[in-house]
């Protein structure tokens, strides 16, 4: 068994295609449109992923601008080299983390979070000594 991908819905492609590539790094892998069904599908690969990475879908249903997500829902966590350098980044793209950098519970890494135009939050850790 091999893990693919997460699909998250999203109420604006154009502001999540931004977020993530422009934001975070992450590169188009496909972007199809599904005229009969009203939907468009986009596949995300992180900055760092090898071919072989886990990817992340992004699914737009044409007309849809909000949805009602279940308290059951966590996070996505993303391993990255510097959280400083993450940061730095993405608030020249005009966002900052919601949270953070704060020391994970066991102690061994850095954790901050940043959520996504739809609120989706996302987990950046950093170890330490990396």
Same mark, same amino acid.
């Given at each position: =068994?091999? %893990?693919?991908?997460? =699909?998250?819905? /999203?109420? +604006?492609? #154009?502001?999540?295609?931004?977020?993530?590539? #422009?934001?975070?790094?992450?590169?188009?892998?496909?972007?199809? #449109?599904?005229? +009969?069904?009203?939907?468009?599908? /986009?596949?995300?690969?992180?900055?760092? +992923?090898? !071919?072989?990475?886990?990817?992340?879908?992004?699914? %737009?249903?044409? !007309? @849809?601008?909000?949805? #009602?997500? !279940?308290?059951?829902?966590?996070? =996505?966590?993303?391993? /990255?080299?510097? &959280? *400083?350098?993450? @940061?730095?980044?993405? @608030?020249?793209?005009?966002? +900052?983390?919601?949270?953070?950098?704060?020391? *994970?519970?066991?102690?061994?890494?850095?954790?901050?979070?940043?959520?996504?135009?739809? !609120?989706?939050?996302?987990?950046? &850790?950093?170890?330490?000594?990396?």
């Amino acid at each position: =068994m091999k %893990y693919l991908h997460t =699909m998250i819905r /999203v109420t +604006d492609l #154009e502001k999540s295609l931004h977020f993530y590539t #422009e934001g975070l790094g992450f590169t188009v892998v496909s972007k199809n #449109e599904y005229p +009969d069904g009203k939907f468009t599908l /986009v596949f995300l690969r992180a900055p760092g +992923d090898s !071919g072989e990475g886990s990817l992340l879908e992004l699914t %737009y249903n044409w !007309g @849809q601008d909000k949805y #009602e997500r !279940g308290d059951a829902y966590g996070h =996505m966590a993303y391993l /990255v080299d510097s &959280i *400083s350098d993450v @940061q730095k980044k993405i @608030q020249t793209k005009g966002y +900052d983390l919601s949270w953070g950098p704060g020391a *994970s519970p066991n102690g061994k890494s850095v954790l901050a979070f940043i959520d996504d135009p739809d !609120g989706y939050e996302i987990e950046l &850790i950093e170890r330490k000594g990396s």
